[in-house]
């Protein structure tokens, strides 16, 4: 994977004015000619390569935005996947939505690649990669490589998300406009500083010897200090996103691990990472959308998580999903490594719990 291009994801995450560019580069790589990123909580925010900008200003201005079907269709896939439109219509049906007849071939586009987030906080996120229509639609080899990179662009764009895709100028002005409870630590797990709103996690999060962070869970501890030590070493092979429990197992925050690079130094100085944490609540069985958004889940990993947490039994799993036990076994053993749980019953008592928290 390329390492390079993975820094240059997180440096975007509090230097928006930087994502163009990269979805520029993007765009090269999968022979496109641009690339947008949407964020929707209560308000649209967006950026776009240069190339495409003027096109998409008058899709968001003219309306169009609301009436295209494609995310629409996006959001409503349980897969963490770049989609094509393939994935949807046959190319009878294209020629004739008017989204396309009418707004995208007449200037000159028509296949695309994009993805949506529907993450804990509440934020909606769509990246989509545009290419022409004499081009013809993006190839399975480019949208994999997209999928390689998508958690990358996923953590990277919630903290844009959450800045409103607004350039912060300093530290304390950045952990502050997350409006979560957030804090930049070493490379040995030291915190460097801390935003005013984590207090509201009372003592499941504390600053020890030397204001070292220490968590009251000790599996995520020990998932937050071997995601410290992988961030750099393997990119893209370390987990950094896990759940927060409490003291009766229930998952109550999520953390998200996010490199600090490149010019995003200017901001948080020699920082080597931001820790952002999203709260959660109680529901019976979360959604597929929450299950792999906490644990990185594949789409049916978070089924068999969804199944666990409201009461199903493996065969009732396999049964459901026409697959074997020994499949279920294994998307099972699979969920419990990612969730950091040793049994069936634990993983149980911690997704009985789960659901989207409100955050502002």
Known sequence: MDSDL???????????????SLLDDLAARTESRGGLLFSARRSLCW?????????????????????????TCIMSQSDPAFFVEQDFWSEDQIKIDPIY???????????SAGTGLQVPTGD???????????????????????????????????????LGLQRARGATEALSGLRLPALLLTEDGLVVEANEWMATLGGQVRFGAGNRLALSDKAAQQ?????????????????????????????????????IKRSAHDIFGQSFALLMMTPVSSERAPSLDLM???????????????????????EDL????????????????????????????????LLSSVAVGAAE
């Open 47 to 71: 950026t776009a390569s240069g190339s495409i900008r003027e096109v998409f200003e008058a899709y968001v201005n003219d309306g169009w935005f609301h009436r295209c079907p494609r995310r």
């Open 124 to 162: 909606s996120i769509v990246f989509s990669i545009e290419r022409t229509l004499e081009r013809g639609p993006i190839e399975p080899e480019h949208v994999a490589m997209l999928n390689s990179l998508r958690p990358h662009l996923a953590r990277s764009a919630l903290v844009s998300a959450r």
């Open 223 to 259: 998932m937050l200090t071997d995601a410290l030590k992988t961030i750099d070493a393997a990119p893209g092979l370390g987990r950094c996103t896990f759940p927060l429990r409490d003291e009766l197992g229930r998952a109550t925050t999520v953390l998200h691990l996010i490199p």
């Open 292 to 314: 792999r958004s906490l644990f990185d889940l594949t789409a049916a990993e978070a089924r068999v998580a969804q199944g666990i947490a409201a009461g199903k039994t493996l």
């Open 318 to 349: 396999a049964l459901a999903g026409e697959v074997s036990i020994n499949t279920v076994r294994n998307q099972l053993r699979r969920v419990l490594e990612k969730t950091g749980c040793a049994r069936q019953a634990e993983l149980a008592a």
């Open 6 to 20: 993975i820094d240059r994801i997180y440096e975007c995450s509090v230097a928006p004015d930087l994502w163009p």
């Open 101 to 111: 007849r009418d707004f995208f071939h007449p200037r000159g586009l028509g296949w």
